[in-house]
């Protein structure tokens, strides 16, 4: 299968989810947190550094509710420029 290549904006946008996971993580141990949301720290470790910019949903709402951060909340922080409205 063949990926098609991700834009800028999809960059941009995993780049954003990779800081906001990390500021949340904040002092706890990336393996601690990975392994709370059922994934594992090699992955979590990709998703922060923004080598993986599209991860997974069902990764993304673990991540989220072993951090506590809500999915909407993600969804109106990881948005294009202009917020959740240009999600939409």
């Known amino acids: 299968m063949v990926r098609t290549p991700l834009t ?3 960059r ?12 949340a993580r904040g002092d706890r ?10 994934v594992s720290a090699e992955t979590l470790r990709k998703i922060e ?3 993986a910019p599209t991860p997974a949903f069902f990764t ?8 506590g951060l809500s999915m909407d909340d ?3 922080r990881c948005a294009p420029e202009g917020g959740a409205e ?3």
């Open 8 to 10: 800028p904006e999809e």
């Open 12 to 23: 941009e946008r995993g780049e954003r989810l990779g800081r906001l996971l990390r500021e």
């Open 29 to 38: 141990s990336m393996p601690a947190v990975a392994a709370s949301a059922g």
């Open 49 to 51: 550094t923004g080598r």
């Open 60 to 67: 993304v709402a673990a991540l989220a509710a072993a951090l």
């Open 74 to 76: 993600l969804v109106g």
């Open 86 to 88: 240009a999600a939409a």
